[in-house]
């Protein structure tokens, strides 16, 4: 059947079956009985272009775990111990994947799958509660900051903080009580003006300024929180996501639990700013074809360094260039990222169609790009887009950009081969507009859970439901089996089209099982809103529900 059938529409049954179309065949070996098995792991992506099934079930995810923390009734706690089983089992996954990796790149084989389940993986273990140096990265050494550089407090009333994570109760009148949480959208502000999402006047447009902030937006969010949890006198707990406005500014949904009053969110949000500290980048030094050379180092100290192409005079180090910002009196902030004027508050209660639009709407956006969904006809936004993504090129994304060459200063961590308008960072590329941070913003105390596991929670359900929760739950036991990626043309993998296939079939499967108990028994209790990504959830396939 394979044969006869084109790729694409094996592809198109795939994805209506909820089967990713890009997964990792991995052989599992079963060390007791030496027995093997391919199973196909779910690529994992959130992208909507590049897996449709994938983003799907992420999306769905992100919705469970917004609904699950938004108007929680009981400070969440979490047990030590479960979180250093759950930490240790995620190290030891990440630690056999990073060996797959440099294996594959030995091989000469495409690394991208793997790392794409890698950075899954690396945000799971932050979000677990583990820090960098677990991963081996580099843990950042405070700095001492000058008091130049330092942020200005915000002109706000600072309230008694208790540590609670959940907002007040109100009574009505008939006796019942309400917990009312918020959701609140926070834009930047106007570059100049615009008509559908696209300048009335290009050549005044302060694309500068919108690079700018896209870039910093994450840090400036993260001082709204500050200043949020400063004034509401409790532990504000959030989930967010970020997205795009029409006008290819990004914004920012949260899900906030509990409330403050509408004054109280006003002046937070007029108060709070980030003052970027960063060396002056204003001026060009070094244009294109005069740019400064690497020169090796020599012996023992052995780094080397970027030099000035006609004088041989080394450029300063960022860290020299950060004391000479501190030395300098008359230094101001490269930049002062600041919300704009439209803010919007709404009181939202549990359990309310209200709610549940939110849910769907802070998640909507999720698996599409940020810079995605600009139509091919749509030539003025296509022209305005290539306008912001050109002033992001030489724009520094981050302390180790090489952008920073073309200002006379040495990035963090300068190597060879680094070249001003080509630096890798996230921020210059069209789908992200600037801004490299996560789509998702959760705080710690959100849900109580991390996002491993409200999956783990759903295949729980799923497995329960289908009556495999008995037997091994679905879950291999740790440390029996080894999981190894198929290296690329080994004769035993059958070929994508029969693999989808196969999964396909599996996937119905399960799907008509299911369908078959729910008719059964009415009893098996399906959320409505929820049935249609449970059945997806189901049909991701075993592959998934084993991984341990
Ligand atoms: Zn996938
Ligand atoms: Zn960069």
């Known amino acids: 059947m394979a044969q006869t059938l084109a790729t694409e529409v094996v592809e198109q049954v ?43 079930r992420a999306k769905a995810l992100r919705a469970v775990q917004c609904r699950e923390g938004w108007h929680m009734e009981a400070e969440p706690v979490r047990a030590p111990a479960e979180a250093t089983e759950e930490q240790r089992r995620l190290v030891m996954v990440r630690a056999q994947w990073e060996a797959w990796r440099a294996e594959a790149a030995e091989l000469g084989e495409s690394t991208d799958a793997i790392g794409l389940a890698i950075a899954d993986l690396d945000a799971e273990i932050e979000r677990s509660g583990l820090g960098g140096d677990v991963l081996g990265r580099a843990v950042p050494v405070k700095r001492t900051r000058s008091t130049r550089r330092r942020q200005d407090a915000p002109d706000l009333p600072r309230r008694q903080r208790s540590s609670s994570t959940v907002g007040r109760t109100y009574a009505a009148p008939d006796g019942r009580a309400y917990r ?68 290819l500014a990004v914004h920012l949904h949260m899900a906030v639990r509990g409330t403050v009053s509408r004054a109280d969110l006003r002046a937070v949000v007029a108060a709070t700013y980030h003052q970027v500290w960063w060396p002056p980048c204003d001026e060009v030094r070094y244009p294109a074809g005069c740019l400064p050379v690497w020169v090796a180092g020599d012996g023992e100290d052995g780094e080397g360094g970027y030099v000035d192409p006609s004088t041989g005079e080394v450029l300063p180090s960022w860290d020299e260039a950060l004391a000479r910002l501190d030395a300098d009196d008359e230094a101001t902030p490269l930049h002062v990222a600041r919300f704009g004027d439209q803010m919007d508050m709404q009181g939202v209660l549990a359990g309310t169609p209200d709610a549940d639009q939110r849910i769907r709407y802070l998640a909507k956006y999720l698996t599409k790009s940020l810079g995605g969904g600009i139509g091919a006809e749509d030539h003025a936004r296509a022209a305005h887009a290539a306008r912001l993504v050109e002033a992001l090129r030489y724009e520094p994304c981050s302390a180790a950009c090489a952008n920073w060459l073309r200002f006379g200063v040495q990035p963090k961590g300068a190597k060879a081969g680094m070249v001003p308008g080509r630096c890798r960072g996230k921020a210059h590329k069209p789908e992200h507009l600037g801004y490299g941070g996560r789509r998702v913003l959760v705080s710690r105390k959100w849900s109580n859970k991390s996002l491993g596991e409200h999956r783990q929670d759903r295949r729980a359900w799923v497995l329960e439901v289908l009556g495999l929760a008995g037997e091994d739950g679905g879950v ?54 929820l049935g249609e990504d449970q059945m997806i959830m189901a049909s991701a396939g075993c592959g998934s529900a084993k991984i341990v």
């Not at 065949?25 to 992506?45: F, K, Q, W, Y």
């Not at 949480?181 to 100049?192: A, E, H, R, W």
Request: hydrophobic fraction near 35%.
């Open 180 to 247: 009312p949480s918020m959701f609140v959208t926070l834009t930047l502000p106007s570059y100049g003006r615009v008509r559908n999402g696209v300048p009335i006047d290009p050549g005044t447009y302060d694309y500068r300024r919108a690079a700018r902030d896209a870039i910093h937006f994450s840090k400036l969010v993260d001082r709204f929180v500050q200043n949020l949890r400063r004034v509401a006198g409790f532990d504000v707990q959030y989930f967010a996501s970020v997205e795009p406005q029409r006008r």
């Open 14 to 56: 795939a994805i209506e079956n909820g089967v990713c179309l890009h997964s990792i065949p991995m052989r599992v070996t079963d060390t007791h009985s030496s027995s093997a098995e391919i199973v196909n792991l779910p690529c994992g992506s959130t992208q909507e272009s590049k897996c449709p099934p994938c983003a799907r």
């Open 476 to 529: 291999r036991e740790v440390g029996r089996y080894i999981w190894r990626p198929v290296p690329v043309g080994d004769v035993s993998l059958p070929t994508r089209r029969v693999r989808l296939l196969r999964e396909v079939a599996r996937a119905q499967a399960w799907r008509a099982h299911l369908a078959e108990l729910q008719a059964r028994a009415r009893e098996v209790d399906l959320p409505p809103e």
